[in-house]
Every structure is written in structure tokens, then in C-alpha cells.
């Protein structure tokens, strides 16, 4: 993989609209193309039956879009057959269909112009079909607990699963860019100068690697076991000859010269206190004057 994007997010915004549009369009014309008699009572979706739908909508997509990055990520190990790459964009063109449904139900029942369904994607405006009340002699069809207490108590657990999923599935993705990150990493060539030479220090450990998706770093870890090394020279070893010739491995890696992520190497003595630490990024190879290839 050339990328560390897991998916193309404009595609997928573009299938959820596409399916709302299109829908709720289908049914404004249809609605007015039909003639019902005078006392016909329509189906519509009440402030609380939108609430769980819209939820169970967004939580489906969630757990969908939660799929799909593990299958990239662990089961094919990084690469997107094309039956996986379409299927985001089928999901998401359904999942608008049924946003729009939803919307032009809830226009029904709040008794005002159909048109106002396409408040359903109108930041800020949307909020009007969340909370408008009923209106005009359209009566609820939905099924629904008796009382007012059972309604706004599962009103609520809609609205407070549909807020703090986006929290869940940030943190989600941020560990699943993570993931992807490190089995990008080609550990040989990421660690081919950083281990000093046994003149420095008699014996170096690598402990592992950490990987900070949030501020786009990779740590690696180093244990330098030998109790009684030079200090001084270790750290003078580290910024005339480690940090330039494995820069000038890693410059042109596509971590560094296309997605702007900093490689740290971190040493520790036998103590675990740390005793240096060097960082290898766009701006140290510039300043190196390797020339990172696009």
C-alpha cells in the first residue's frame, strides 16, 4: 500500500447524499402525484421514532465502516479488493436512502410542506425535524411506549448513542491508522542504522515500537544494556552518524515524504532512563539536504 488512508471520505459523503436526495425527491413527487381521499391518514414517524431511527441508521454505518477497517487492516493484510472498495459507497448510497425516508416521514408528521425533508441535510437546520412537534391532523403511527416518561427515556438513549458514537468511532479509527502505520513500517530499514556499533556500546536491545496516530509519530525503542558505555561518545555517535545516514534511508519512505510523520528513536540505558533520543522528519531531512521523494 502506497497510503495510509483507509478510506475516501468525499466518495462515501457523496453516496449518503446522493441516496438522500434521491429518495426524498422520489417521494415528494409521488406524493404529489397521489390522491388520496380528504381523510386518509398517512404514515408518518414521530420525534422519537426519528431519534432511534436516525441512531440505529448511524450506529449500522458505524459498525459497516468498523468492518471494513479490519478486513483492510488484519485479514487482507492491507490491500482493498474491489468488492470491498465498492461495497462502502452501495452501504452508504442505503443508508441515505433510509436518512431520506426517515426525513420525509417526519415532515408528514410534523403537518408542514414535504419539502422541508431536505432540511435533513442542512447542518443546524436538521434540527428543526428532530424536535418540531406534531402538527395539523396527521396522527402518530409509529409504535411507541405509553407515557411520556418510557418515550423521552428512549428519545434520550437514541440521541446520547447517536452524540457519543462519533467519540467511540474516532478513537476507533485513530487505532486502526495506528495498526495500519506500523505494519506499513518496514522495521529492517527503519532500524538498519540505529543500532550503534558494538565499539560504542557492547549490546543494544529493541524493545518494539509505538505508534502515536494522533500526532503522527512512530517511537522506537532502544535499550542500550551495556552499563559501562561512553555517554559522550554514544551521543556523539547518535547526531554526526546515526542521524544522517538513517536519514538517508528513510527520507524518501512514503511516511515521511508524503504523509508528514516523524520517526523518533528513543535509548535508554539499563535503568530504563532515558539517555538520548533523535527524530527523523520532513524538516530534519531538509535540513540534512535529502530531497524526500514525492
Given at each position: 500500500?502506497?497510503?495510509?488512508?483507509?478510506?475516501?471520505?468525499?466518495?462515501?459523503?457523496?453516496?449518503?447524499?446522493?441516496?438522500?436526495?434521491?429518495?426524498?425527491?422520489?417521494?415528494?413527487?409521488?406524493?404529489?402525484?397521489?390522491?388520496?381521499?380528504?381523510?386518509?391518514?398517512?404514515?408518518?414517524?414521530?420525534?422519537?421514532?426519528?431519534?432511534?431511527?436516525?441512531?440505529?441508521?448511524?450506529?449500522?454505518?458505524?459498525?459497516?465502516?468498523?468492518?471494513?477497517f479490519v478486513s483492510v487492516v488484519?485479514?487482507?493484510?492491507?490491500?482493498?479488493?474491489?468488492?470491498?472498495?465498492?461495497?462502502?459507497?452501495?452501504?452508504?448510497?442505503?443508508?441515505?436512502?433510509?436518512?431520506?425516508?426517515?426525513?420525509?416521514?417526519?415532515?408528514?408528521?410534523?403537518?408542514?410542506?414535504?419539502?422541508?425533508?431536505?432540511?435533513?441535510?442542512?447542518?443546524?437546520?436538521?434540527?428543526?425535524?428532530?424536535?418540531?412537534?406534531?402538527?395539523?391532523?396527521?396522527?402518530?403511527?409509529?409504535?411507541?411506549?405509553?407515557?411520556?416518561?418510557?418515550?423521552?427515556?428512549?428519545?434520550?438513549?437514541?440521541?446520547?448513542?447517536?452524540?457519543?458514537?462519533?467519540?467511540?468511532?474516532?478513537?476507533?479509527?485513530?487505532?486502526?491508522?495506528?495498526?495500519?502505520?506500523?505494519?506499513?513500517?518496514?522495521?529492517?530499514?527503519?532500524?538498519?542504522?540505529?543500532?550503534?556499533?558494538?565499539?560504542?556500546?557492547?549490546?543494544?536491545?529493541?524493545?518494539?515500537?509505538?505508534?502515536?496516530?494522533?500526532?503522527?509519530?512512530?517511537?522506537?525503542?532502544?535499550?542500550?544494556?551495556?552499563?559501562?558505555?561512553?555517554?559522550?561518545?554514544?551521543?556523539?555517535?547518535?547526531?554526526?552518524?546515526?542521524?544522517?545516514?538513517?536519514?538517508?534511508?528513510?527520507?524518501?519512505?512514503?511516511?515521511?515524504?508524503?504523509?508528514?510523520?516523524?520517526?523518533?528513536?528513543?535509548?535508554?540505558?539499563?535503568?530504563?532512563?532515558?539517555?538520548?533520543s533523535e527524530d527523523v522528519s520532513?524538516?530534519?531531512?531538509?535540513?540534512?539536504?535529502?530531497?524526500?521523494?514525492?
Open positions: 500500500m502506497n497510503e495510509l488512508i483507509l478510506i475516501n471520505q468525499k466518495t462515501l459523503v457523496g453516496a449518503l447524499a446522493a441516496g438522500f436526495i434521491l429518495v426524498v425527491l422520489i417521494r415528494i413527487f409521488l406524493q404529489k402525484n397521489e390522491k388520496l381521499p380528504e381523510d386518509t391518514v398517512q404514515t408518518s414517524m414521530t420525534r422519537m421514532s426519528f431519534l432511534v431511527s436516525i441512531a440505529a441508521i448511524k450506529l449500522i454505518l458505524l459498525g459497516v465502516l468498523a468492518l471494513y488484519f485479514v487482507f493484510d492491507l490491500g482493498k479488493p474491489v468488492f470491498l472498495e465498492w461495497s462502502l459507497p452501495v452501504v452508504f448510497l442505503l443508508a441515505g436512502s433510509a436518512y431520506g425516508q426517515a426525513c420525509f416521514l417526519r415532515t408528514i408528521n410534523i403537518g408542514g410542506s414535504v419539502w422541508l425533508a431536505l432540511l435533513g441535510i442542512v447542518p443546524v437546520a436538521n434540527l428543526y425535524l428532530w424536535f418540531a412537534p406534531p402538527g395539523g391532523s396527521f396522527k402518530d403511527q409509529d409504535l411507541r411506549p405509553s407515557g411520556t416518561i418510557p418515550r423521552f427515556l428512549v428519545s434520550l438513549v437514541a440521541l446520547t448513542a447517536f452524540l457519543a458514537s462519533d467519540y467511540a468511532f474516532t478513537k476507533f479509527k485513530v487505532f486502526m491508522i495506528g495498526q495500519k502505520a506500523a505494519r506499513y513500517i518496514q522495521q529492517d530499514l527503519f532500524l538498519e542504522k540505529a543500532i550503534p556499533p558494538t565499539f560504542i556500546v557492547k549490546s543494544t536491545r529493541f524493545d518494539g515500537m509505538k505508534v502515536h496516530p494522533g500526532d503522527k509519530d512512530v517511537v522506537f525503542l532502544l535499550t542500550l544494556t551495556d552499563e559501562a558505555f561512553n555517554r559522550d561518545g554514544f551521543r556523539s555517535w547518535l547526531k554526526e552518524k546515526m542521524l544522517p545516514e538513517q536519514s538517508g534511508l528513510i527520507c524518501g519512505t512514503h511516511l515521511i515524504a508524503n504523509r508528514n510523520w516523524t520517526i523518533w528513536y528513543e535509548y535508554y540505558d539499563a535503568t530504563a532512563a532515558l539517555v538520548a520532513k524538516q530534519t531531512c531538509d535540513e540534512l539536504g535529502f530531497e524526500p521523494k514525492q
